[in-house]
């Protein structure tokens, strides 16, 4: 039976009732699949994407497949909001298999969990060099009664890489100043910025949220950083992106010019582009995708939900797109001349501005790009009476801690402390009921991860912590009022729960969570880090013990992926302007004999009594091999070379004068 009508959730009751047998991601399911020997269905996706509802009406709702389905697999639904983490496990699955990624992903797996097949959007029948779904369930529940130790064997050899795709890199990269590394991430912006519409890089273009924020904090600015932060949101403010007749911003373009929206909006973004907005001086169209944030996607008890969906009755975006006849029909009484000039304004054809983003054909609707909205005011304003007759597109309505904490931030850079207020003491008093529920619990909740109606649900993730840490300091500096106690708490639960001493990494769930993987959680996509959130956060905390050794950890990563690290460089900065430092404990050299590792300047190596260094080396090797005595030295560590495709795990500690850092462990892949 399909399970799906129990839950809550907007994005799982959208398939509850699909002749489907599904099943949310619990015990009951994972323990079904293993007792009757089937492979897994998993399909990831959430309430407000308009490809997941594709895939849903062409092979969800289609019986055939669903009979399919329900005789020989265990399907399952996730919500990738409500479970971020599986959906970073799976996710790095899908990209390791395919190339790439998005959803709705797709993939198949052994009982345990393993997976074998991943993708993301299939047609139901087969379309080009893309296989139909209806014939790939077919030949994969053939293949699993035929061949299913094959199947195993490749599942089982995927499983490695995937773990170590997920696992935490060597410390390498060079050791820079941070005002160093950010003036070369500015010179790698400069070179991807489009000098004509704004934005970095080709289509699709997404708001880059962490782009302009780097750029807005430089503590040195770039002499062009104004122009491609000014360029980049004038474009977006110009293009169909950009909702002129409601406010707020749409999820990303289809093409470099920002013209041709993909119409899911999503807190989040709107969030992001607010503060940005404001930091750059473009206040009106900020006030307006805050006047639409209130009224679309604010609840009554002042937190915000997570967004809309960008499908309307028919079709995508027939809630924000016009024929020419309807806005015409709108504008009745105004002269035919200003109706002609607006229509020219804003690029409006008898035959259509807006093409289908599957199809790539013209749909005979149209948005609105380019205009004068102070000039057209008026006329817009008509259109916005039109439109709230129209039924707005789904609303995702649970509120989640991590996007309320940046919607917090952007109404304290807003100036609307009041509404700061309010939405940051409901959560708290949210916490406050559940930690009260919680008194004697092995271990306590705490903070949640969402609300859905009046319950909250759910343990908190690290972004969750962490953005809403970051936005309560900002409200707290700009009123003066004191949220020491709150936002203790929320350091206390981040640094017990999600935060790794050893290798400096902030883990987006809970460290000993039983989840597949725990991929890195570095890269900005496209809002900040989890990595980044942290570390902000705990910055303006004031835990500097924490940051410094996460700023070492994330120094590679900086180094080798800049233009995915922009919210971790400012991060950096931030730090930085405290006189802490991102200098990595140790630094390495591959020589010809072996590698040679220094402890950081002015530490030595711990020894105990003067007899042994406080280390630990473990080696893994495609032979078998005895670990070669390691030479120590003080400050200085030589580890001998070993056979080809040995790989080094070290576990250490450095001290100086004043004491010891806590202990840490490095990986390197010394002979590959």
Known sequence: MNRLGESRNPYLRQHADQLIHWQPWDDAALRSAREQNRPIFLSIGYATCHWCHVMAHESFDDSEIAEWLNAHFVSIKVDREERPDLDDAFMLAVQLASGRGGWPMTLFLTPEGEPFFAGTYFPREDRGKAPGFRRMVQSIARAWRDQEDDLRARAAEFAEVWRDASALGPVSGEDLPIRTRAARLVDELRAAYDPEFGGFGPAPKFP?????????????????????????????????????????????????????????????????????????????????????????????????????????????????????????????????????????????????????????????????????????????????????????????????????????????????????????????????????????????????HQLIGDRAEGQAFADDLAAFGWGLTRLAAATGETYRSVTQSLADQLLRDHFDYESGRFFRTRRDAAVPVQPITMTDQPGPSVQALCIAFLTEFGEREAVERALAASAPWMTLHPLATEALHEAAIRAAARGWTMQPDLHARLTEFGLEVRARPGYMFFAEGGLAPALELAYRSPEPIAPPDAEWRGDHLFIPRGPSGTRVSLRYRVCDDSGCRPWARAEFALYD
């Open 208 to 448: 880059p949220h962490t782009a302009l924020s780097f750029l807005q904090g430089l503590d040195q600015p770039a002499s062009d950083a104004p122009e491609m932060v000014g360029g980049t949101l004038a474009g977006m403010l110009a293009g169909g992106i950009h909702d002129r007749v409601g406010g707020g911003f749409h999820r990303y373009s289809t093409d470099r010019e920002w013209r041709l929206p993909h119409f899911e909006k999503m807190l989040v973004d709107n969030a992001l582009l607010v503060d940005g907005l404001i930091r750059a001086g473009f206040v009106e169209p900020a006030e307006r995708t805050l006047e639409w944030l209130d009224r679309e996607l604010r609840a009554p008890d002042g937190t915000y939900m997570s967004g809309l969906d960008a499908d309307g009755v028919h079709e995508e975006g027939d809630t924000y797109t016009w024929t020419v006849a309807e806005i015409e029909a709108a504008l009745v009484g105004t002269p035919d001349a200003i109706v002609a000039e607006f229509l020219r304004a804003y690029d409006v054809r008898p035959e259509g501005n807006f093409r289908d983003e599957a199809t790539q054909s013209w749909t005979g609707r149209n948005v609105l790009v380019g205009g004068d909205d102070r000039r057209f005011a008026a006329q817009l304003d008509h259109l916005r009476e039109v439109r709230q007759s129209r039924p707005l597109p789904f609303r995702d309505d649970k509120r989640i801690l991590h996007g309320n904490g940046l919607m917090l931030g952007a109404l304290v850079t807003a100036g609307r402390l009041e509404d700061a207020r309010r939405l940051a003491a409901r959560w708290i008093a949210v916490t406050q009921e559940v930690s009260a529920q919680d008194v004697g619990a092995e271990q306590p909740r705490s903070w949640p």
